[in-house]
Every structure is written in C-alpha cells, then in structure tokens.
C-alpha cells in the first residue's frame, strides 16, 4: 500500500546506533551486468533488492539472461552467456534506472542486435547523447529519440570491431563505466579517451575494481584520462561479496552529525571500492570524529560549523550534507555538482526550494549552493519522486518536529524499508 506522507518525530537525546546497510546498488548492477556477460556462473553475495536492481535483473531476463535468487545462501545466481547476449532484439522498460539504461546501452551497441530501451517521463529528459555519440563514432547504428539526446535509444546494430573511442567526463561518470564494461566485448582492443574532466571519479575506479574481479584487467595511461582494454580477455563467473551501500550509509553518519551521539556502519571500512565513504570526511572537516575500524567506520556528533567543499566525487550525498548544514554555525557551500541538475530530479534546484521551507537561506549556482542555517521549523516536504530527497530531508525531522516526507515509497528506488532502519537505529529499545 502506497503512503501519502511520512511523519517524523525528533529524538531526544544522542543517538547511540549501529547499522549494517543493504548491498551497493552501484556495486549489484554493475556486478549483475558483468556476471551476464561472464563464461559461467556466479554468485552475488548481499545484492542489493531495490526498485533500480529489479529492473536490471528483469531487463537481463528479458535478453535471456538467467538470474534466481537463493535465499537460503543470500545469493544471485547469474548464469553467465560468454559474452554475447542469448536474444538479439528486446524492448526494456528501465524506470528511472540510469545505471541500468547506461551500462546496457553500452554493451547492447557493442554486443550488436536490435533494441529499443525506454523509461519513465524523468528518464526522457535524462541526457544520453555523450555515450550515443561515442558508440556511433565506433560504428554502431544508434540513436536518442527524444529532445537533447534523451531516451528511448534504438540500437540497430552488428557486434563492434573496437577501436578508439572518446566520451565527456562531466555530465555522468555512468557512460565511461558503461564504455569500459562493454569494451571487452568488441571483437578487437578498444581504447578510450576522457575529454574535459571527469566527474565522480571514485564510481570509475569501483568499476576497473569489478571489471578485475571478475577476470578483466584495464590499463590506463596519462594519468588515467584513457584506458585500453585488450579484446583478448573474457570475463569469468565468481562468487562475489557486494559491499553494503555507502550512499545508504551517509544517512546514519549523518543522524549522528545533527542530533550528536555516535553511528557506527558496518561492512564498511576505509578501504571501501565506493568513494561515497569520503562523505565522512565532509562530517569531520564541520567537527565530527570520524573513527575508522577494521570492519566499521563510526562517526560521533555532532557536527559544528560550516564547510567550503566541492562533492564531485560524492555528489550522490550532496542531500545529505545539505541536512546537516541546517545544524551547523555558518554557512555551507557545495560545488563541482552541476551534473546533479540531470538526476532523478534537479538535485540543486528542488533541493534549494525544499532546504527553504525549513527557513534556511539558499543561493543557488549552476553548479551548487550555499546554505545559511535560519531559525528552523517544520514542512511539508516534496520528494520528485526522488529516494535521496526523501532519505535525506528526513533527517531534519529528528531534530525538528513537524517534518512530513511526502511520496516516501519512493525510497524503493534503493533502500525499501529506510524509515523502519531509521527508526530502529535511532530508537533501538
């Protein structure tokens, strides 16, 4: 049953909490991806079970992928096809996936065959065109059919010979990874260019992680701006630990950095693939301790005074720092992120109309804000049916009665049962 609303309640006193987040949802689809298009099995230990998981697993069933779930192992079989996918034509419905429409336009272009990949009203307005116009410039006959080179992608086209290729690095990091994961796939070595800079750095280096995990090396070269990939390699199916979700975890931090106290993540150590661990150290650098352990990080609050910080390469808690700037002495400002503007919503825009309904002052740029702590008070909150304005503005709730979240099962997205982990990390008795 679909709820209207989510009421918070503050807490009293500080939080005492631990917590063990569930599965990476960067990590499982590109996990997923790569098992599909492995020489034999694998096992994915922890997968995350999301809305944007589902409909990876259900957009590779479609393309004859088997995938089943072992409950009683925790595990994802994934029946891998040896590089090539078993049905040559399919239309997918991706939701707001953008992992999932990203990472297999890539490898549908490479692989070859006819399909057309289609999604939500949001994603018809999520920008495509750097990828398209890559795989196009390697021979693939692919198209953008919406304004601005926004899905659907058609994609008619034979198995990729390889070659050069050469993709921007400041609109998503989810096009070069998509690239990267494919090229093994192309009959002949590929290699590929950044141009401009490249944002998100870390979701990069997490997918050269996954792509050696399961048997595939990638060589980069001036310093890391192109990378080349030998034909000659195949993946191989493994078993595979997913890591739980950094992302998921920086709302647990991050309760501790605004009502005080401690919240220690498990599964999570500094040595993490997913550079949204980094986030802790925007909490430290406003006054928290940030202790690491072997298999934990603990942040103990609360957070005191405002930050310079440019979050390119962890744009996905952008929301979440933006929470806990309201508690804070001074200002905050956040920047590098201008590509959260093409997100499940406009991660700058609809995040400043919402921070100033709980009375703070926002500048907005085109790249960030500044955000200046007023006396707060409660609102109406709206989500845009996006699971990071939910996870995230809840928390201004505990510590300020009269927060409602609006569209709260949109957290589906990536952490279905968020506000009963939230709950019970809060108030454990």
Same mark, same amino acid.
């Given at each position: 049953?679909?709820?209207?609303?989510?009421?918070?309640?503050?807490?009293?006193?500080?939080?005492?909490?631990?917590?063990?987040?569930?599965?990476?949802?960067?990590?499982?689809?590109?996990? *997923?991806?790569?098992?599909?298009?492995?020489? !034999?099995?694998?096992?994915?230990?922890?997968?995350?079970?999301?809305?944007?998981?589902?409909?990876?697993?259900?957009?590779? &069933?479609?393309?004859?992928?088997?995938?089943?779930?072992? /409950?009683?192992?925790?595990?994802?079989?994934?029946? %891998?096809?040896?590089?090539?996918?078993?049905?040559?034509?399919?239309?997918?419905?991706?939701?707001?996936?953008?992992?999932?429409?990203?990472?297999?336009?890539?490898?549908?272009?490479?692989?070859?065959?006819?399909?057309?990949?289609?999604?939500?009203?949001?994603?018809?307005?999520?920008?495509?065109?750097?990828?398209?116009?890559?795989?196009?410039?390697?021979?693939?006959?692919?198209?953008?059919?919406?304004?601005?080179?926004?899905?659907?992608?058609?994609?008619?086209? +034979?198995?990729?010979?390889?070659?050069? /290729?050469?993709?921007?690095?400041?609109?998503?990091?989810?096009? *070069?990874?998509?690239?990267?994961?494919?090229?093994?796939?192309?009959? @002949?070595?590929?290699?590929?260019?950044?141009?401009?800079?490249?944002?998100?750095?870390?979701?990069?280096?997490?997918?050269?992680?996954?792509?050696?995990?399961?048997?595939?090396?990638?060589?980069?070269?001036?310093?890391?701006?192109?990378?080349?990939?030998?034909?000659?390699?195949?993946?191989?199916?493994?078993?595979?630990?997913?890591?739980?979700?950094?992302?998921?975890?920086?709302?647990?931090?991050?309760?501790? =950095?605004?009502?005080?106290?401690?919240?220690?993540?498990?599964?999570?150590?500094?040595?993490?693939?997913?550079?949204?661990?980094?986030?802790?150290?925007?909490?430290?650098?406003?006054?928290?301790?940030?202790?690491?352990?072997?298999?934990?990080?603990?942040?103990?609050?609360?957070?005191?005074?405002?930050?310079?910080?440019?979050?390119?390469?962890?744009?996905? &808690?952008?929301? &979440? $720092?933006?929470?806990?700037?309201?508690?804070?002495? !001074?200002?905050?400002?956040?920047?590098?992120?201008?590509? @959260?503007?093409?997100?499940?919503?406009?991660?700058?825009? @609809? *995040? =400043?109309?919402?921070?100033?309904?709980?009375?703070?002052?926002?500048?907005?740029?085109?790249?960030? $804000?500044?955000?200046?702590?007023?006396?707060?008070?409660? +609102?109406?909150?709206? &989500?845009?049916?996006?699971?990071?304005?939910?996870?995230?503005?809840?928390?201004? %709730?505990?510590?300020?009665?009269?927060?409602?979240?609006? @569209?709260?099962?949109?957290?589906?997205?990536?952490?279905?049962?968020?506000?009963? /982990?939230?709950?019970?990390?809060?108030?454990?008795?």
């Amino acid at each position: 049953m679909m709820r209207d609303a989510v009421e918070m309640q503050p807490v009293a006193g500080d939080l005492d909490g631990t917590i063990q987040p569930p599965g990476s949802k960067s990590i499982t689809n590109r996990a *997923l991806l790569i098992a599909a298009l492995a020489n !034999g099995q694998s096992c994915l230990r922890g997968a995350l079970e999301s809305e944007d998981t589902r409909v990876m697993i259900e957009s590779l &069933t479609r393309l004859g992928i088997v995938v089943n779930h072992a /409950a009683d192992r925790n595990c994802l079989t994934v029946i %891998g096809a040896g590089g090539r996918f078993p049905r040559s034509s399919a239309e997918l419905f991706v939701e707001n996936s953008g992992t999932t429409i990203r990472f297999l336009t890539a490898a549908l272009a490479v692989t070859g065959g006819s399909y057309r990949l289609d999604g939500v009203s949001r994603m018809r307005e999520r920008p495509i065109g750097p990828l398209v116009d890559s795989l196009a410039a390697l021979g693939a006959n692919i198209v953008a059919e919406s304004p601005g080179q926004c899905p659907p992608v058609r994609i008619d086209s +034979a198995r990729l010979a390889g070659g050069r /290729a050469k993709i921007r690095g400041d609109l998503s990091s989810q096009y *070069l990874s998509g690239l990267l994961m494919a090229a093994p796939l192309a009959e @002949n070595a590929m290699s590929i260019e950044i141009e401009g800079p490249l944002i998100s750095r870390p979701y990069l280096q997490m997918t050269i992680e996954l792509m050696r995990s399961f048997g595939v090396e990638c060589c980069s070269y001036d310093a890391a701006n192109r990378f080349e990939i030998s034909a000659l390699q195949k993946y191989q199916g493994r078993d595979y630990q997913i890591e739980p979700d950094a992302s998921a975890a920086s709302y647990f931090w991050a309760a501790a =950095a605004i009502c005080g106290g401690r919240a220690t993540v498990r599964g999570l150590n500094k040595y993490s693939i997913q550079g949204d661990v980094g986030f802790t150290r925007c909490l430290r650098s406003m006054g928290c301790e940030l202790i690491h352990d072997q298999d934990s990080i603990t942040i103990v609050g609360p957070a005191k005074r405002g930050i310079v910080v440019d979050m390119s390469d962890v744009s996905d &808690t952008v929301q &979440t $720092l933006a929470a806990v700037a309201l508690f804070v002495s !001074g200002s905050t400002t956040i920047r590098n992120v201008a590509h @959260n503007r093409i997100k499940e919503t406009d991660r700058i825009g @609809n *995040l =400043a109309i919402e921070l100033r309904k709980f009375g703070a002052h926002v500048e907005e740029f085109g790249d960030g $804000l500044t955000i200046t702590p007023g006396p707060l008070t409660g +609102a109406k909150i709206e &989500t845009y049916h996006d699971h990071r304005m939910a996870m995230s503005l809840a928390l201004v %709730g505990l510590r300020v009665p009269g927060v409602s979240i609006l @569209n709260p099962d949109c957290v589906a997205k990536t952490f279905p049962n968020y506000f009963a /982990a939230l709950e019970k990390f809060c108030r454990p008795g």
